[in-house]
């Protein structure tokens, strides 16, 4: 079993739909929870960072953690075509193996039709 | 500001042959990690890098796979012998400090590796 479970989907919503994006983890050490979006050919870039449990809303997109359930989610708002990409999601901790290391879901791709 | 920048974007070699990739990081910062990604997977890490001192190889196949960073900015990845299997994309990421795990990576565009 892989540290940080992601349904690798593919999902494909209409334009303007709210799109739900989540992750499990086992390792209760992870503290720091991210999301990181990947265009096809190109690098992931840190789209939202969490520390802990709690909310964190960014424009369209709210990052929620649940580190009783060790789940975390990403939602998009009135999603568009230019959402579509491949959401990571992605953790880290401040001791032992999880410090200064990122621990990557595998991805789930996104697609939003006009 | 510059990103991380790669190079070859695209390499095609025959198994058992030799490859080596290059990355220069964001100026500036001390971390840099080389990640591997397999088609429809999360990035993993390879190496991390503080400064010139590899921190964390423990997932670096030592077998085959090396990698240097030299004056503590570019490095420098490679592989000898390729095997099939190592058809990828290789990505190199930096950070300022690299201890906390607050900071933030940035990632470059990746090596897209193929292996005949």
């Known amino acids: 079993q892989k540290e940080v479970e992601q349904d690798p989907g593919p999902l494909s919503v209409p334009e303007g739909a709210i799109v739900s994006l989540n992750c499990t983890y086992s390792n209760s050490a992870f503290q720091y929870f991210m999301w990181y979006r990947q265009y096809s050919r190109k690098g992931p870039e840190l789209l939202m960072y969490t520390y802990s449990s709690g909310n964190k809303e960014d424009g369209r997109f709210t990052a929620q953690v649940d580190k009783s359930s060790k789940y975390i989610s990403l939602f998009i708002r009135d999603s568009q075509p230019s959402d579509s990409a491949t959401y990571l999601c992605a953790m880290s901790g401040s001791r032992g193996s999880t410090l200064g290391r990122l621990y990557f879901g595998r991805g789930t791709q996104l697609t939003v039709w006009p | 500001e510059a990103g991380v920048v790669q190079s070859p974007r695209y390499k095609i070699i025959e198994k058992k042959q030799p490859v080596a990739f290059w990355c220069n990081p964001i100026?500036?910062?001390?971390?840099l990690y080389w990640y591997l990604q397999n088609l429809g997977q999360g990035p993993e890490l390879l190496i991390r890098y503080e400064n010139e001192e590899a921190v964390d190889d423990s997932q670096l196949p030592k077998d085959r796979f090396s990698a240097e960073r030299l004056k503590g900015v570019d490095s420098t990845l490679k592989i000898q012998p390729a095997e099939l299997g190592d058809s990828a994309v290789y990505l190199c990421?930096?950070?300022?400090?690299?201890?906390?795990?607050?900071?933030?990576?940035?990632f470059g565009p990746g090596t897209r590796l193929t292996v005949l």
């Open positions: 100026s500036g910062h001390n971390t």
């Open positions: 990421a930096s950070s300022p400090q690299g201890q906390s795990s607050t900071d933030t990576q940035y």
